[in-house]
């Protein structure tokens, strides 16, 4: 069992950056892929980006490419979502996930290939 929290949300305006933190628990971190996600109101969830647990591999959500880096740091048990010029369009709750059954290369951009999620934190961008 993994649990996820997620920090680091919080107001920004169009052009700031911000940077998320998903720490877990759990002795096995290095071995999950995680992902990162988001909702803004009334819309579905949309795939942010996803790194394998070795970390040479991710992937990024078209609306992101350019502007968002995730990373990670096994010895912390944390990913990080790297957020920069920020748009009003980014306003949403972000979600970490992760999949405790890839092989180390693997990143999945479908919230159904994660196993567990956190609670969210809310990112809020003003124009």
């Known amino acids: 069992q993994v649990q996820l929290v997620e920090s680091g949300g919080g107001l920004a305006q169009a052009g700031d950056s911000l940077r998320l933190s998903c720490t877990a628990s759990?002795?096995?971190?290095?071995?999950?892929?995680m992902g990162w996600f988001r909702r803004a109101p009334g819309q579905e969830r949309e795939f942010v980006a996803s790194?394998?647990?070795?970390?040479?591999?991710?992937a990024y959500g078209d609306s992101v490419k350019g502007r968002f880096t995730i990373s990670r740091d096994n010895a912390k048990n944390t990913v990080y979502l790297q957020m920069n010029s920020l748009k009003p369009e980014d306003t949403a709750v972000y979600y970490c996930?992760?999949?405790?059954?890839?092989?180390?290369?693997?990143?999945?951009?479908?919230?159904?290939?994660?196993?567990?999620w956190g609670q969210g934190t809310q990112v809020t961008v003003s124009s």
């Open positions: 759990g002795r096995t971190f290095s071995r999950y892929a």
């Open positions: 996930a992760a999949n405790g059954r890839s092989y180390y290369s693997d990143y999945g951009s479908s919230a159904q290939w994660y196993d567990y």
């Open positions: 790194i394998s647990w070795s970390g040479d591999n991710f």
